[in-house]
C-alpha cells in the first residue's frame, strides 16, 4: 500500500469515529433544528475537516465555562416555577396595560424594576465620546468598562489615554474587551493598555494552546460604569468610525449611546461584574454602591447569551410584541429574527398595530442584507411597513412600543445576537423618554423610502437566487 493511500485510509478511520460523535453531538445539543441539521451535515459530509470545524466553531463553551464560575445557579422565573411571587412587587407608576409586561420582565431578568432613573439619549460619537471621556475625567474611585471594539485610532487613544490618567490619580480601572473585537484594531488595544498600566481582560480570546477558537459566543456588551454613579450603554464601539463629522471617515456609522443615572447603575455594574468574574475568575471584592433617585423613568437591565441566559430577549421581544396595541416602532442593522418574532411581528400587524421596521439601505454586512431580502415578503404582506434609510450605514438598535414601553442596548435583531452573543439591553417606562427616539426612527424612515411587497416578488431571478442562498446560512451569519 502507498503512503497516500495508507494516509487516506487512516483519514477515513479517523472521519468515520468523529463524523457520528459530533453529528450527535449537535443532534443533542443544539436547540435550533436548522442549526441542528446543518451541522449534522457538515459533520458527515466534510471529511476531516467537518468534525474538526464543529469541535473549534461548533460547541458551546460558554455554558460549561459558566457553571465551572458559579454562574449557572440563577435561574428565571419559569425554571424556578413562581415566576410572579418570588419577584420585587413592581413600581406603582407603571401604566396598567404595561404591568403585565413588567412580570414578564420580572421573571426574566435576575433585576428588578427601579425607580428613579434619569436616560438620556447620545447621538452619534459626536454627543457619546465627550460625555463618556469627561465621566472618566471625573472619576475618583471606580471605572468599569467593557466594549466589543475600541479601536486604535484617535478616538481609541483618547479613551486609552483618558483612563492612564484615571489609573494615575489612583482610580481602580479595569476594562474588558472582546477577544474577537480586539483584533479589529492592530496593534490590538488590549495590548497597549496593559503598557499603560490598566488591568485588561479579553473575553473568549482565541488561542492556539489549548485550542480556543470561539468565534461566536462574543461579548457585545458595551458598558462604562464610574463610581458607581454614572453609567453608558448603547450599540456604540468606541472608535472614529462614529464620528460622522470627521473628515476621512471612509466607514462613518450612524449609532445611539445612552448615558444612565439613578438605582438603574448599579445593575450595569452587576452586569460587568458578573462577566469581569466569566473572564477572569476573579471577583472583585469592592462594594456595589447603591446609586440615589435621580429621575422620573424605571428602567430594569436584562441580558441575553448561549449561557443560561439564553432566549430570554426573545421571549421579552415576543410578549411585548403581543402587548402591543398602538404601535411598534423597530429600528436595527441586521433584521433575521427567529420564527416565533416573525410570528409576533405579523400577528400585531394582523390587530392593527401600527408595525415600521427600520433598516439600513446600504449595509455593512451585505450577505445579511441580502438573506433579509428574502424573508422580508412574510412581514410586508401582513401589512408591516418596511422603510430602508439612506447612508451612512445606522449601527441603532431600537424597540419601542405604543410610545412607552422602550429597549435600547446591544442586541440585533438576528441568529448571531439573539443565540450566540452575550448582549445587554435596558427596558425603559416612560411617555416622554421614547417620543424622541420616535421622532429619530421616523425622521430616519422619512429620509429613506418604503419598501413594497412588489419590489420584494419583482426582484430578478439572479438576486433571488443569491439572497435566497444567503438566508438559507442566516443562522449562522
Not at 179 to 203: N, T
Not at 274 to 297: V, Y
Not at 437 to 451: F, K, N, P
Amino acid at each position: 500500500m502507498s503512503d497516500y493511500a495508507f494516509e487516506t485510509l487512516i483519514a477515513l478511520l479517523f472521519h468515520a469515529v468523529l463524523a457520528p460523535a459530533t453529528a450527535v453531538h449537535a443532534l443533542l445539543y443544539k436547540r435550533d433544528p436548522r442549526a441542528a441539521f446543518g451541522w449534522i451535515a457538515v459533520c458527515i459530509l466534510f471529511p476531516l475537516a467537518g468534525p474538526l470545524i464543529y469541535l473549534f466553531f461548533g460547541l458551546n463553551r460558554a455554558r460549561g465555562r459558566a457553571q465551572q464560575l458559579g454562574l449557572a445557579n440563577f435561574r428565571i422565573g419559569y425554571e424556578r416555577g413562581s415566576a410572579i411571587e418570588q419577584t420585587a412587587p413592581l413600581p406603582d407608576s407603571i401604566r396598567n396595560p404595561y404591568r403585565e409586561l413588567a412580570r414578564i420582565g420580572q421573571a426574566l431578568s435576575r433585576h428588578p424594576l427601579v425607580s428613579g432613573n434619569q436616560v438620556d439619549t447620545l447621538i452619534n460619537g459626536e454627543q457619546a465620546y465627550p460625555a463618556m471621556l469627561d465621566a472618566i475625567a471625573s472619576a475618583r474611585h471606580q471605572i468599569q468598562l467593557t466594549t466589543y471594539i475600541l479601536d486604535n485610532d484617535e478616538t481609541g487613544t483618547a479613551f486609552r489615554e483618558a483612563l492612564a490618567r484615571a489609573a494615575r490619580r489612583g482610580v481602580d480601572v479595569r476594562v474588558l474587551i472582546d477577544g474577537i473585537g480586539d483584533f479589529y484594531s492592530w496593534p490590538r488595544s488590549s495590548a497597549m493598555l496593559r503598557r499603560a498600566g490598566l488591568r485588561v481582560a479579553r473575553f473568549l480570546p482565541p488561542r492556539l494552546l489549548p485550542p480556543t477558537l470561539a468565534i461566536n459566543m462574543r461579548n457585545h456588551h458595551k458598558i462604562l460604569v464610574v463610581d458607581d454613579r454614572i453609567g453608558f450603554t448603547g450599540g456604540m464601539n468606541l472608535g472614529d468610525r462614529h464620528l460622522l463629522d470627521k473628515t476621512g471617515n471612509r466607514r462613518p456609522t450612524a449609532d445611539l449611546h445612552f448615558v444612565l443615572e439613578g438605582p438603574v447603575v448599579a445593575q450595569l455594574r452587576a452586569e460587568f461584574e458578573r462577566i469581569w468574574r466569566f473572564t477572569t475568575g476573579h471577583e472583585d471584592r469592592s462594594l456595589l454602591a447603591h446609586p440615589a433617585p435621580d429621575g422620573e423613568l424605571i428602567c430594569r437591565t436584562i441580558t441575553d447569551g448561549p449561557d443560561e441566559d439564553l432566549d430570554r430577549l426573545t421571549m421579552l421581544l415576543t410578549a411585548a410584541l403581543a402587548e402591543a396595541r398602538h404601535s411598534v416602532r423597530i429600528m436595527t442593522p441586521y433584521f433575521l429574527p427567529p420564527r416565533e418574532l416573525i410570528g409576533a411581528i405579523q400577528a400585531a400587524a394582523v390587530r392593527g398595530v401600527d408595525v415600521v421596521l427600520v433598516l439600513p439601505e446600504k449595509n455593512n454586512l451585505p450577505y445579511i442584507h441580502w438573506a433579509t431580502r428574502n424573508m422580508l415578503w412574510e412581514i410586508l404582506h401582513r401589512g408591516v411597513r418596511v422603510c430602508y434609510q439612506p447612508p451612512p450605514f445606522n449601527h441603532a438598535k431600537l424597540f419601542i412600543v405604543d410610545g412607552y414601553y422602550t429597549l435600547i442596548g446591544s442586541t440585533n435583531w438576528d441568529p448571531r445576537s439573539l443565540r450566540l452573543n452575550f448582549e445587554l439591553q435596558v427596558e425603559v417606562y416612560g411617555a416622554d423618554f421614547a417620543a424622541p427616539l420616535i421622532r429619530y426612527i421616523d425622521e430616519a424612515a422619512g429620509r429613506g423610502r418604503s419598501v413594497t411587497l412588489e419590489e420584494v416578488d419583482g426582484r430578478p431571478f439572479p438576486e433571488r437566487l443569491r439572497d435566497s442562498l444567503c438566508w438559507l446560512f442566516s443562522p449562522y451569519l
